[in-house]
């Protein structure tokens, strides 16, 4: 009886996956919660069985593309969308890939460039990853994966070097085809949005509720990255980039050996991971304080999320010494890391104070001792929401972050 309900439960799941393959279901339509939340949310339901739960870690599917597309105007959500960038060969090509079972959004979308393409001496082990980690203020199923789709769109084609500023600028216009082994991009639960994404607990699945209260998110995003690591094995070598809340959690990774980030006595263990070489923190959260007093309005929207006001201050990048960094991240000194600070000064939702305060924790001390960091600042042009949704500037912060890898690994 159990093999025949599960061959029910695999056979709907299938059916399911071709409805609403891939991105198609958690497709980014809009902006993030902060932007005031005023476009028409175009809800699909996962059909399954009630009693089942989301494919095992095991499966993965196509992602065939549905929306997605790039973000068009001044950061107005009520602005109409273009079609997916991307072609129709990498839209076939993106799989989706769950890391655990108990929610549907425990997911990443993996995209696995040609492996003959260029360079073909190079071996994959020599190569690099790209993994993406999206922001929406942990709550806003408008900004999933699929958010990445217009960077990758960019990245995976050669760009058309301008040569008024080739000599200046190179690293932001190199091929980067020859250096990168894969692109993924995760998922993670989300918590409540009952303004504008009410759900009913009583008919949605369990899978499919947006739930999640901090450390869940974090525990997600680690849960995925260990996934990676141990299907593709490439250990330390990426690049984590994360925008919003994603940078957030992208920092807070590289402590999650030693730190719990809550209070909760009930809190999962955090899964371990190899930190990355580089993070790239675009357009991020550092210091939720902060940001609250140049924002009150944010106050509610991180306790949505953060419960325990202790939490706030543990789930702040900002709140960890440049010891407890070179601790976990740095391997206690043995290895050299980069940290990339990338930011608009018209972003409009998230302020350079931001920037400034995580950039002070890395400063060399009173006495001028080196560190095993090195720490970039990059100033981008745009609002918040159209770094990812147009593309065009998250693309060329990841081909500075590539270059500092290349840097770093002597290549």
């Given at each position: ?29 809009a902006?993030?919660p902060?932007?005031?939340?005023l476009?028409h ?11 089942g ?37 990498i ?37 690099f ?6 922001g ?6 408008s ?29 932001e ?34 899978y ?33 980039v ?34 990355p070489?580089?993070v ?7 210091d ?15 306790e949505n ?25 740095a ?17 409009g ?41 147009q ?21």
């Amino acid at each position: 009886m159990k093999k025949i309900i599960r061959y029910m439960q695999d056979q709907a799941l299938q059916a399911s996956e071709q409805k609403h393959s891939g991105s198609a279901y958690l497709s980014s339509r809009a902006t993030e919660p902060q932007q005031g939340e005023l476009h028409h949310r175009e809800h699909t339901s996962y059909h399954l069985s009630r009693s089942g739960h989301p494919s095992s870690a095991s499966h993965s599917f196509p992602a065939q593309v549905s929306g997605g597309g790039a973000y068009q105007g001044n950061g107005d959500p009520r602005e109409r969308r273009t079609p997916s960038p991307l072609s129709d060969k990498i839209q076939r090509e993106i799989s989706r890939h769950q890391y655990a079972q108990d929610s549907i959004l425990q997911s990443y979308e993996l995209y696995l460039p040609d492996q003959e393409s260029f360079h073909p001496s190079r071996t994959q082990d020599s190569k690099f990853w790209i993994v993406y980690v999206h922001g929406g203020y942990f709550r806003d199923d408008s900004v999933t994966a699929a958010s990445f789709h217009p960077a990758l769109s960019i990245l995976t084609k050669a760009p058309k070097l301008h040569l008024q500023y080739l000599m200046k600028n190179i690293e932001e216009q190199e091929n980067i085809i020859p250096y990168v082994a894969g692109y993924a991009s995760i998922n993670y639960r989300l918590s409540p949005r009952p303004t504008k994404s009410p759900q009913d607990t009583l008919t949605t699945p369990a899978y499919e509720l947006r739930n999640a209260a901090w450390p869940d998110h974090i525990h997600d995003v680690l849960a995925a990255i260990a996934h990676l690591q141990r299907k593709h094995g490439f250990g330390q070598r990426y690049l984590l980039v994360g925008h919003s809340v994603g940078a957030t959690m992208a920092l807070l990774s590289t402590l999650a050996s030693g730190k719990t980030f809550t209070t909760r006595a009930d809190s999962e263990l955090l899964p371990k991971i190899e930190p990355p070489m580089a993070v790239l923190g675009v357009s991020g959260i550092y210091d939720f304080a902060r940001l609250h007093h140049s924002f009150p309005v944010y106050t509610e929207v991180t306790e949505n999320a953060i419960h325990d006001p202790k939490d706030v201050a543990l789930a702040s990048p900002t709140s960890y010494s440049l010891a407890d960094y070179g601790e976990t991240w740095a391997q206690r000194g043995t290895q050299k890391r980069v940290l990339i600070l990338a930011h608009s000064r018209d972003d409009g939702m998230v302020d350079w104070k931001q920037v400034e305060a995580m950039e002070a924790v890395f400063a060399p001390n009173a006495q001028g001792a080196q560190t095993n960091f090195a720490v970039q600042v990059v100033e981008m042009k745009g609002q918040h929401n159209n770094i990812w949704g147009q593309g065009t500037e998250l693309a060329r912060v990841i081909r500075v972050g590539l270059g500092a890898l290349r840097r770093l690994d002597g290549l």
